[in-house]
């Protein structure tokens, strides 16, 4: 059974930083991409951004580009969000996922249960 555990989501002010984790377990995390993706209230889920399995390409959504950082720590089987200068629109709940490399979420097999991030103006 793969499990994926998200952390670190909370009330933030605009300009604010937070820091999101993600731990796998029961998973061959080192050979899977990581990813984030977010939905807020009313809308669809959208891609934040993903990381190979060896960590050498990333790929961010314009909204988040030079703000977020996707990072991952192998020998923890952990994945982090780094989400700085936060805005009132990145408000949303964020869900990491495991496996291709992709923009789209139907390419990923295992997902979290979601944290949530408001950021307050």
């Known amino acids: 059974q793969v499990q994926l555990v998200e952390s670190g989501g909370g009330l933030v002010q605009v300009g604010g930083s937070l820091r999101l984790s993600c731990a796998a377990s029961?998973?061959?995390?080192?050979?899977?991409?990581m990813a984030w993706f977010r939905q807020a209230p009313g809308k669809e889920r959208e891609f934040v951004a993903t990381?190979?399995?060896?960590?050498?390409?990333?790929f961010y959504a314009d909204s988040v580009k030079g703000r977020f950082t996707i990072s991952r720590d192998n020998a923890k089987n952990t994945v982090y969000l780094q989400m700085n200068s936060l805005k009132p629109e990145d408000t949303a709940v964020y869900y990491c996922?495991?496996?291709?490399?992709?923009?789209?979420?139907?390419?990923?097999?295992?997902w979290g249960q979601g944290t949530q991030v408001t950021v307050s103006s």
């Open positions: 990381l190979s399995w060896s960590g050498s390409s990333t």
């Open positions: 029961g998973h061959t995390f080192s050979s899977s991409a």
């Open positions: 996922a495991a496996g291709d490399y992709s923009l789209r979420g139907e390419k990923y097999d295992y």
